[in-house]
Nanobody
């Protein structure tokens, strides 16, 4: 089992940047493919980005491609999401998730463990 804790959320103006972190504890972090998802009020959960166990493969949702970067440091048991050129449509609760998969996945049902989420609010 792995426990996940997100941090780094907050309030930022449109055009600004934030970096989210997802700290993992428990079983070996490098055993898990990892992902970021977000959910805005009244909307369905949306895939943001995913990264493979070793970090060699990444995948992004269309709405964040070119603006967000996912990365991980297995030595620190931490995953990151660098978010640039933020806009109000990026406002949501961002959650990290872990999956016992060899490859990345965009499907939340394939993830086994979830963090509590961190709020990101982008003002116009």
């Amino acid at each position: 089992q792995v426990q996940l804790v997100e941090s780094g959320g907050g309030l930022v103006q449109a055009g600004g940047s934030l970096r989210l972190s997802c700290a993992a504890s428990g079983r070996t972090f490098s055993s898990y493919a990892m992902g970021w998802f977000r959910q805005a009020p009244g909307k369905n959960r949306e895939f943001v980005a995913a990264i493979s166990r070793g970090g060699a493969s990444t995948y992004y949702g269309d709405s964040v491609k070119g603006r967000f970067t996912i990365s991980r440091d297995n030595a620190k048991n931490t995953m990151y999401l660098r978010m640039n050129i933020l806009n109000p449509e990026d406002t949501a609760v961002y959650s990290c998730a872990a999956a016992t998969l060899r490859l990345v996945s965009t499907r939340p049902e394939q993830y086994d463990y979830w963090g509590q989420g961190t709020q990101v609010t982008v003002s116009s």
